[in-house]
């Protein structure tokens, strides 16, 4: 039977006003609000840069499109899952700790291992939803 | 939206009756409004899929009313699971509760959707 839609193409991302150039407010360096560390721009595998390395925290400062600088919440965003893309790249997803907004953002190459490892697993840690999903429901 | 052309009456009736429904919008599933536990759902318990009609950022209803499809679990400090659903459209990310008559299986391949494809070799944890 042929295939009734063809395969769809992946949607291209909107577009960003990027503000890293020279002298705007994302040329500089920045440090982290949750453990301190100087974290330089330059990420390997990425772009936009908008969480610590280490521990994975970030900061609301966008409002609705990455990169506006429009929120007045300045909150600390924990990550708080990892979504995967169709094709194959993880994705943070991080929570605001005062307002509660939701974000995504593509993980960069110098990340911590071991933070994304225990993200992922976290919804595996509680056996009682594996067990009734995979042991009793088939 | 939709529900500006509904009685208010009509539908105040239909939800202290317990009889309010929706359709899902991508299987076509008539839902109950209320899960088994008695709390409002807003995504349809077999596919997952929601629809967006509120504003996650600004508060209040939202114009968008295009599908948000489950993305991933979030696991609250309690021990509960939190469905990440994310606009087609406009791409805005909402959290739920999950539901106790959810699909399983969805959800649990949603779990462990991140561990197939993992962005680093598994095998240096081993020796740590």
């Known amino acids: 039977m042929p295939r009734r839609k063809p395969p769809q193409q992946r949607r291209p991302q909107r577009y960003k006003d990027v503000l890293h150039g020279n002298g705007r407010h994302r040329s500089n360096d920045f440090r982290c609000v949750g453990c301190r560390l100087d974290v330089s721009l330059d990420a390997p595998g990425t772009a936009h840069r908008n969480h610590c390395p280490n521990c994975l925290a970030s900061l609301h400062v966008d409002h609705r499109v990455p990169g506006d600088r429009a929120s007045d919440c300045r909150g600390r965003m924990e990550a708080l899952s990892l979504t995967v893309r169709p094709d194959g790249e993880w994705m943070i997803i991080h929570q605001c700790l005062s307002c509660g907004e939701l974000s995504a953002n593509r993980i960069a190459g110098d990340d911590n291992a071991l933070a994304l490892m225990r993200l992922a697993l976290r919804p595996l840690q509680d056996r009682r939803v594996a067990h009734r999903a995979l042991l009793t429901a088939l | ?128």
């Open chain 2, 1 to 128: 939206m939709s529900s500006n052309n509904i009685d208010p009456q009509h539908t105040i009736a239909r939800h202290v009756l317990g009889t309010e429904a929706f359709a899902c919008v991508r299987c076509g599933l008539t839902v109950s409004a209320l899960a088994p536990d008695g709390r409002r759902r807003n995504h349809c318990p077999s596919c997952l899929y929601s629809r967006h009609v509120l504003d996650q950022v600004e508060g209040g209803a939202s114009e968008c009313g295009s599908r948000m499809s489950p993305i991933s679990i979030a696991v609250l400090r309690t021990g509960d699971w939190m469905l990440i659903h994310r606009c087609v459209r406009c791409d805005e990310l909402t959290s739920n509760p999950v539901c106790g008559d959810d699909n399983q299986l969805i959800l649990m391949r949603m779990a462990v959707r991140p561990l197939a494809e993992p962005p680093f070799p598994l095998e240096a944890f081993g020796t740590l």
